[in-house]
């Protein structure tokens, strides 16, 4: 899944982010979402999240899909 919509999130997914000073080279951080920050149900470039790292981006891709919730 490509992280463009909230309701495909929950905290505790594993996920690829970019942030936004690596946002021309592209480079993805991985981590574990504490929070979803973006409101709307859609983003085109990606729901924005917390990270447990606290590193902050939008979703590029969702590593672990969890069917429950």
Do not use: C, F, N, W
């Not at 021309?24 to 409101?39: A, K, N, P, Y």
């Not at 924005?48 to 939008?58: F, M, P, Y």
Request: cysteine-free; proline content about 1%; overall charge positive.
């Amino acid at each position: 899944m490509d992280g463009t919509r909230r309701r495909d999130l929950r905290p505790g997914q594993l996920v690829a982010i970019v942030q936004k000073a690596d946002q021309r080279s592209g480079v993805l951080t991985i981590g574990v979402v504490e929070d979803i920050l973006t409101s709307k149900e859609t983003h085109s470039r990606g729901i924005k999240v917390r990270l447990e790292s606290g590193e902050i981006g939008r979703v590029r891709e969702i590593l672990d899909v969890r069917t429950d919730g």
